[in-house]
């Protein structure tokens, strides 16, 4: 059985490294906001070459505290995709605010930026772009609608780590650049965790406020805040595996060259372009008999997954509380989309036995 995805194996390859930083946390005696979180934000921020990193609790809350951090009037409308994952629409409804939802490209499957400027009215205050699957949204036409229209950016690089426009990093275009370090990602932790990059220090330091009970000296709280703080045991984790990011996302660019140059056209997979370095968390392929090759391949022993089922726009969480739920583009993408095997552990002779399947699909 080819898995589509297995922690363990995954990360097998740092554990002895883990121990020796494991051991070394437990022995320091100082677990919340320590040497490990202040050494992984350095380093995390000069990765990215963005002058500050602030490790909070999840990728959720790297959102929610970036929007939270301009405070906003209550009722404001932010624009996000409107084929996100539903984190990047609960942090806006967390602050109160309107999510205005647009359609991507069904080509990157990114937001667009050409429908973008439609949606934008007198109360919208902010543009949350998704750079999904690993691949940097067009960041030039929403960067020039910004500045026309006065938006505040945030970017949503969950799925970005290492990835890269026209040179950029994701995450360094906005004011904000908001990351998971969920177990999953290109940069897992062993646990939740997050991290906010921004080059502003007045901004570095609201988001530091707001993540520690909206406090700057202990016992003192100037607002109202939340307890959001990376673990020092994740920041050590993450400290070791961020010394081979580049590895890894090597590796899975090298596995996404396979699939791209041997599935056959009957797959529509990920478009490439020289202006964006891809980094592949997810490699997805679209078929209108999605279900039938997910089954199929499974009979074979593929396991595959799907980002994501539902749109949304369709999801019982949010009936009511949208103006507008017709999405034909995003509902097309999440009928049709699968992801294939791509972790850091899978081989070439993985992905070309994926392929050899596929194409006697």
Known sequence: MIEYESLALL?????DDYTKEFNKVLKSGWYILGQSVK?????????NQANHCIGLASGLDAITLSIGAFDFEKGSEIIVPSNTYIATILSVMQNNMKPVLVEPSIDTYNIDPDKIEAAITSKTKAIVVVHLYGKACDMDPIIALCKKYNLKLIEGCAQSHGATYKGKHTGTFGEFGAFS???????????DAGAVVCNDIALDKIIRRLRNYGSDIKYYNEVVGYNS???ELQAAFLSVKLKRLDEINAHKRKLASIYLNNLNADF??????????????????????RDDLKEYLLKNGIKTEIHYPVSPSKQKALQGKLDNYNFPISEKIHATTLSLPISFFHTESD???VIEVMNKF
């Open 351 to 353: 992905v070309n036995k």
């Open 268 to 289: 529509v997979k990920p478009v490439v372009d020289k202006d964006y370095f891809d980094v592949y968390h997810i490699f997805n392929i679209r078929h209108e008999k």
């Open 39 to 47: 050494q992984f934000e350095a380093e995390f921020a000069s990765y």
């Open 11 to 15: 990360n097998a390859p740092f554990f």
């Open 229 to 231: 703080r990376l673990d």
């Open 181 to 191: 370090f969920y177990p999953t990602k290109n940069l897992g932790a062993l646990g």
